[in-house]
């Protein structure tokens, strides 16, 4: 028993590695930490390792899923989304992340400053994920004009 246990790790290790090599680099930017984007008081810069990297994309993808489920009208395809990721560490410990995704960067140079827009319908959402306790809030996609 201890033996499947052990190669059940193993497997799970690979498959999580094999899957963050395939992480597409060009599709996301970690951005600087500024404390008005919905953090708590106090949160401090963190920095983002490559698990809770691939955490941030398997989460991100499974709330599009459930959100896709639910509004069959309103479908996003996040394939088609560049994503900035701006962490920190919350006075408790727990580490948050602010994402913002987005279909158009509108011109601007996404890699180093945020695109905030306002409204410009799916093409623009975000959302803030909590990686300690691996659940998200303010799920939030923009309005049309």
């Known amino acids: 028993m201890k033996h499947i246990a052990i190669l059940s790790l ?12 395939h992480l597409d680099t060009s599709a ?3 951005l600087r930490f500024e404390a008005h984007y919905g953090f708590p008081e106090q949160s401090i810069s963190a920095t983002l ?12 993808v499974q709330i599009i899923q459930d959100h896709n489920k639910k509004n069959k009208h309103y479908t996003i395809d996040i394939s088609k ?6 962490a920190a ?3 408790t410990g727990e580490k948050i992340v602010w994402v913002n995704c987005f279909c ?8 180093k400053e945020m695109l905030i827009v ?4 799916k093409c623009f959402f975000n959302l803030i994920l909590n990686l300690k306790k691996n659940n998200f809030y303010n799920f939030f996609i923009n309005g049309i004009g």
């Not at 989304?81 to 701006?86: E, L, T, V």
């Not at 158009?104 to 890699?111: E, M, N, P």
Request: hydrophobic share 40%.
């Open 10 to 21: 193993i497997l799970f290790n690979s498959a999580s590695r094999a899957f963050a090599q």
């Open 89 to 91: 560490l919350t006075p």
């Open 118 to 121: 306002e409204d410009g319908g």
């Open 49 to 60: 390792n490559q698990d809770e990297l691939l955490q941030i994309e398997k989460m991100i």
């Open 104 to 111: 158009d960067s509108l011109g601007t140079d996404w890699h």
């Open 28 to 30: 996301y930017a970690i």
């Open 81 to 86: 989304y560049k994503r900035q990721y701006i």
